[in-house]
């Protein structure tokens, strides 16, 4: 079998700068809606773009989150998922587009998409390094403090300039 590696380096750097990016998220979830919006918009968005090229070019490489994952998820990933890679991937690959054009939608679109990436971020949390743990969770906690902006019955998200993208005050 193929080893999908990257560098060390690398992944260190990645590890720590995601969940550097986490905290952010967290930090700016209440104060700069939009800004944290657009985030997990382009998370979500090159997420499901990574996982739709891999799981078509190179499938075997999830084999790899098999390493670092905990042993539940070891056994289904060395086991029933090995022959379901690509439909399962793709799967993911579309909710995660679904939750990341929830980030434009309004009022409960994007309560419901929050949940989503809540659940989601938690659900791979297990896989952890290759997940970059605890960045999921860390990502889960800033989707929550995300919903919790949502006014049922405001006006919703409709900036249209960059002037309306970097207001603090922010909130739909």
Same mark, same amino acid.
């Given at each position: &079998?193929?080893?999908?590696?990257?560098?060390?380096?690398?992944?260190?750097?990645?590890?720590?700068?995601?969940?550097?990016?986490?905290?952010?998220?967290?930090?700016?979830?209440?104060?700069?809606?939009?800004?944290?919006?657009?985030?997990f918009?382009?998370v979500?968005?090159?997420?499901?773009?990574?996982?739709?090229?891999?799981?078509?070019?190179?499938?075997?490489? $999830?084999?790899?989150?098999a390493?670092?994952?905990?042993?539940? $998820?070891?056994?289904?990933? +060395?086991?029933?998922?090995e022959?379901?890679? *690509?439909? &399962?991937?793709?799967?993911i690959?579309?909710?995660?587009?679904?939750?990341a054009?929830? &980030?434009?939608?309004?009022?409960?679109? +994007?309560? *419901?998409?929050?949940?989503?990436?809540i659940?989601?971020?938690?659900?791979?949390?297990?896989l952890? +390094? $290759?997940a970059?743990?605890?960045?999921?969770?860390?990502?889960?906690?800033?989707?929550?403090?995300?919903?919790?902006?949502?006014?049922?019955?405001?006006?919703?998200? *409709?900036?249209?300039?960059?002037?309306?993208f970097?207001?603090?005050?922010?909130?739909?």
């Open positions: &079998m193929e080893t999908f590696e990257i560098s060390s380096s690398f992944s260190w750097a990645a590890y720590l700068i995601s969940n550097a990016f986490a905290v952010t998220l967290i930090g700016t979830s209440k104060k700069h809606v939009r800004f944290t919006r657009h985030m918009l382009l979500f968005a090159a997420a499901a773009a990574a996982n739709t090229y891999i799981a078509i070019d190179a499938p075997w490489a $999830y084999q790899d989150y390493d670092t994952a905990i042993p539940a $998820y070891k056994k289904f990933i +060395l086991g029933a998922f022959p379901i890679i *690509t439909p &399962m991937v793709l799967t690959a579309f909710c995660q587009l679904l939750i054009s929830s &980030m434009l939608g309004k009022r409960q679109l +994007l309560r *419901t998409g929050c949940w989503a990436g659940v989601f971020c938690i659900s791979i949390a297990p952890g +390094l $290759y970059a743990f605890p960045a999921t969770l860390l990502l889960a906690v800033a989707l929550f403090r995300l919903q919790q902006t949502v006014k049922i019955g405001e006006k919703a998200f *409709t900036q249209t300039s960059f002037k309306d970097t207001k603090t005050n922010s909130h739909v």
